[in-house]
């Protein structure tokens, strides 16, 4: 059984930074793609940043570039997202997302197209 377990959340200040791990269990991703959605409250779930397992090619949604950057530990089979200069729009349920298979660029952004999701974890960006 898959299992893919965050940590890292918290509440930080305008400007603070954060970082959240993301652990699989059960499988590895070794051709896959794993990475992070959020979501805030009312509204939808979006893209975050992905990284893919076997290339190690990264992506970002265009409100995070620059500030956030998503790694990988391959032996660990842990995905990492650092967040700095955070925002109170950066506040949200940051859920890590995980598919079997690589994905096409056109669909990295989408998350039905991701197999395995985590529980979330709370990030609250305010002063």
């Known amino acids: 059984q898959v299992q893919l377990d965050e940590s890292g959340g918290g509440s930080v200040q305008p400007g603070g930074s954060l970082r959240l791990s993301c652990a699989a269990s059960?499988?590895?991703?070794?051709?896959?793609?794993m990475g992070w959605f959020r979501q805030a409250p009312g509204k939808e779930r979006e893209f975050v940043s992905v990284?893919?397992?076997?290339?190690?090619?990264?992506y970002y949604a265009d409100a995070v570039k620059g500030r956030f950057t998503i790694s990988r530990d391959n032996a660990k089979n842990t995905v990492y997202l650092q967040m700095n200069s955070l925002k109170p729009e950066d506040t949200a349920i940051y859920s890590c997302?995980?598919?079997?298979?690589?994905?096409?660029?056109?669909?990295?952004?989408?998350?039905?197209?991701?197999?395995?999701w985590g529980l979330g974890t709370q990030v609250t960006i305010s002063s």
């Open positions: 997302a995980a598919a079997s298979s690589r994905l096409i660029v056109s669909r990295l952004r989408d998350a039905g197209a991701y197999d395995y």
């Open positions: 059960g499988r590895t991703f070794s051709s896959g793609t």
């Open positions: 990284v893919t397992w076997g290339f190690g090619n990264k």
